[in-house]
C-alpha cells in the first residue's frame, strides 16, 4: 500500500475524485456505479467524476420533475425503471438544463441558481447518452430513448487570444503590480516572482493549469532549459522552454529556497502565501485578476486562454501543425486546430489585400 506522503500531484488528484465519485454514486441507482466501472480502463478520474455528477443532475430532475420516477428513491430504481424514460423525458431535461435551482450539498446556499449554455447541455445530454448505451449494449434495457432527441447545436465562437501587447501589459503587470490598489501591491510583492514565472510558464510553453500545479521543484533541469511534465493521461513527456522562461523560473527558484514548505508539500515548485502547493483555482483567479489591467476587453481570460495564445505564436512562426499538437499534448491534430482558428481570418485578409477595383493606384488592364 502506497504512503500517502509519497503520492505525486497526480495521484493525490486521482485519489481525492475517486473518494468523490463514491459519495456521488452511493445515492444514485446500481446501474450508475456499474456504468461507471465499466469505463474505468479508458477514462480518467475527472472523467468519470463529470460523468457521475452529470447522473446526479438528471435522476434529480427525473425524481422531482417527472412523476413516472417520484415514488421510489432515487438509489432503489432498477434497470425496469430506468427502461421508463421517455423522449418526453428528454426534452423536458433539456428545457430544464438550461435554468435550475438546487441546494448546494453543505446547504450553505439555499437554492442555488444554475445555468447551462449550448455546450454544457450537449455535454450532459452525452452523458446520459453514454449511459443509457451502456444499459443498451448490455441487453440490460430494450431500447436506447436517447438517440431519439438530438443534440443541441453547437454555435462558433471567436477564440480569445492576448496580442502581443497584452502579453507584454500582462507580464509587467506581474513584475511591478501597476494599476493595483496599495492593498494589492502588499500582497502582490509577496508573490510578485512567482506569478511572472507561471505567466510566462503559460505563454513560453503552452502548458495546462493541471500541469502546472503538479509540477515539482525536481521536474526542472535548468541547465537545457527543460522540465518534466505529467500529461492528462498520466505520461510524462520532456517540454523545452526559452530563455525568458529560464530566467523567470530562475529567479523564482532563488526565492523558492527560501520558503520552508509546509509537510507534504516541500517538493512542490508553486506554492501559495500558506505553503501549500498552490491550487488550480488560484492559478485561475491569479490569471483573471492580472488579464484584467492587461486586455480590461477581454473579460474571459484563463489559463487556457493563455494556452491558445501560445499554440497560435508556435504556428504563426513554424506553420507545423504537428508541431504544436506534439508540445500541447493533443492525440489529434484537429484538436489542435481551434488553436489556430484566426489563421483563415488572416488569409481572408491577404485576399483583400490582393484585389484592387478602379480608382486603387494599383489597379491594372491587360
Not at 500531484?9 to 445515492?27: G, N, S, T, W
Not at 477564440?159 to 501597476?178: F, P, V, Y
Not at 493595483?180 to 507561471?198: I, S
Not at 523558492?256 to 508539500?265: D, S, W
Amino acid at each position: 500500500m502506497a504512503d500517502p506522503k509519497t503520492l505525486s500531484y497526480k495521484e493525490e488528484m486521482d485519489a481525492k475524485r475517486i473518494l468523490q465519485i463514491r459519495e456521488v454514486l452511493h445515492d444514485l441507482p446500481q446501474a450508475c456505479s456499474d456504468f461507471i466501472r465499466s469505463i474505468a480502463v479508458t477514462t480518467g478520474t475527472f472523467t468519470r467524476l463529470a460523468y457521475a455528477i452529470d447522473l446526479r443532475t438528471f435522476f434529480n430532475f427525473l425524481h422531482t420533475e417527472r412523476v413516472a420516477f417520484s415514488e421510489k428513491p432515487v438509489r432503489l430504481l432498477e434497470d425496469a425503471d430506468l427502461e421508463k424514460l421517455t423522449r418526453n423525458d428528454i426534452t423536458a431535461y433539456t428545457e430544464y438544463l438550461t435554468y435550475y435551482l438546487k441546494n448546494e450539498d453543505d446547504n450553505s446556499v439555499p437554492n442555488k441558481a444554475y445555468i447551462n449554455h449550448e455546450l454544457s447541455i450537449k455535454r450532459k445530454l452525452c452523458s446520459i447518452r453514454s449511459f443509457y448505451d451502456y444499459l443498451f449494449k448490455n441487453q440490460r434495457i430494450s431500447s436506447n430513448v436517447t438517440e431519439l432527441v438530438p443534440l443541441p447545436k453547437i454555435h462558433e465562437k471567436p477564440i480569445i487570444r492576448l496580442s502581443k501587447e497584452e502579453m507584454e501589459r500582462i507580464l509587467n503587470a506581474a513584475q511591478t503590480g501597476e494599476q493595483m490598489t496599495k492593498a494589492q501591491q502588499r500582497y502582490q510583492k509577496l508573490t510578485a516572482k512567482r506569478d511572472y514565472a507561471m505567466l510566462a510558464l503559460f505563454l513560453g510553453t503552452g502548458i495546462r493549469v493541471s500541469e502546472c500545479v503538479g509540477l515539482n521543484i525536481g521536474d526542472l533541469d535548468m541547465e537545457n532549459n527543460a522540465f518534466l511534465v505529467t500529461r492528462k493521461g498520466g505520461n510524462q513527456v520532456v517540454l523545452y522552454f526559452p530563455p525568458e522562461v529560464a530566467d523567470a523560473l530562475g529567479e523564482y527558484l532563488e526565492e523558492r529556497k527560501g520558503i520552508e514548505a509546509l509537510p507534504g508539500h516541500e517538493e512542490a515548485l508553486f506554492l501559495s502565501l500558506q505553503r501549500r502547493r498552490i491550487t488550480q483555482r488560484a492559478v485561475q483567479n491569479l490569471v483573471k485578476k492580472y488579464a484584467a489591467m492587461a486586455a480590461p476587453l477581454k473579460t474571459r481570460i484563463s489559463p487556457h486562454k493563455l494556452r491558445s495564445t501560445y499554440a497560435t505564436n508556435l504556428y504563426q512562426e513554424t506553420g507545423d501543425i504537428y508541431l504544436v499538437a506534439d508540445v500541447l499534448g493533443h492525440t489529434s491534430v484537429d484538436t489542435t486546430r481551434k488553436h489556430y482558428a484566426d489563421m483563415t481570418d488572416a488569409r481572408r485578409r491577404m485576399a483583400a489585400e490582393h484585389v484592387h477595383l478602379p480608382g486603387d493606384p494599383d489597379f491594372k488592364t491587360e
